[in-house]
């Protein structure tokens, strides 16, 4: 840094335990950075996806599409509407979903009219991938990964995701036991 006169180093170290965890600028008023893997979780029924794993700094917008390909990819078609972040509603991201007829829950563009309204955002419409997050984080520790190697690190993270599935099938399969005992006692 002193003999090139900057302040800035590439894929600095700031663990000689775990050198492959940088620095990532989130912006959030209580904390301006993190440490660890930044992830892209998608959520479809309630089930958990684990699209991206990264322990870069990268830009969610910009994978959109992938994003959307790999829904298309798990399920044999495109989702009829995508509920995504602010950063995701690029004008280029918004463009490629009106061709594949998908509808972009989010905020219009410019002034917005009365019907561009019914497709905006909620502010409770987020709270369910918000809510699968912390309860991967608070619930299952995911933000307490401590593993030294990297790979180990991401199968934890993964592991966390499926037990978060498998939390939601036992709740889905408890209601159809449920289903199925109150039948035999009716028949």
């Known amino acids: 840094m002193f003999e090139a006169g900057n302040h800035q180093v590439d894929h600095r170290l700031v663990s000689i335990d775990q050198p492959y965890v940088r620095r990532i600028v989130r912006g959030k008023a209580r904390a301006k950075t993190s440490f660890g893997a930044k992830i892209h979780l998608s959520l479809v029924d309630g089930y958990s996806f684990l699209d991206t794993i990264s322990w870069e700094a990268f830009n969610e917008g910009s994978h959109l599409k992938d994003y959307v390909e790999n829904y298309r990819k798990r399920f044999g078609f495109y989702p009829a509407k995508v509920l995504a972040d602010q950063i995701y509603c690029t004008r280029e991201n918004r463009k490629w979903l009106t061709k594949k007829n998908i509808k972009l829950a989010d905020k219009p563009l410019g002034r917005p009219s009365a019907k561009a309204v019914a497709y905006h955002v909620r502010p409770g ?63």
């Open 125 to 187: 419409e987020r709270n369910p991938i918000e809510g699968k997050l912390g309860q991967a984080k608070n619930g299952y520790g995911m933000n307490r990964i401590r593993a030294r190697l990297k790979n180990t690190s991401q199968s934890w993270t993964a592991s966390i995701i499926l037990v978060l599935n498998l939390v939601k099938l036992a709740s889905v399969a408890q209601v159809c036991l449920g289903f199925s005992a109150w039948l035999r006692l009716i028949c």
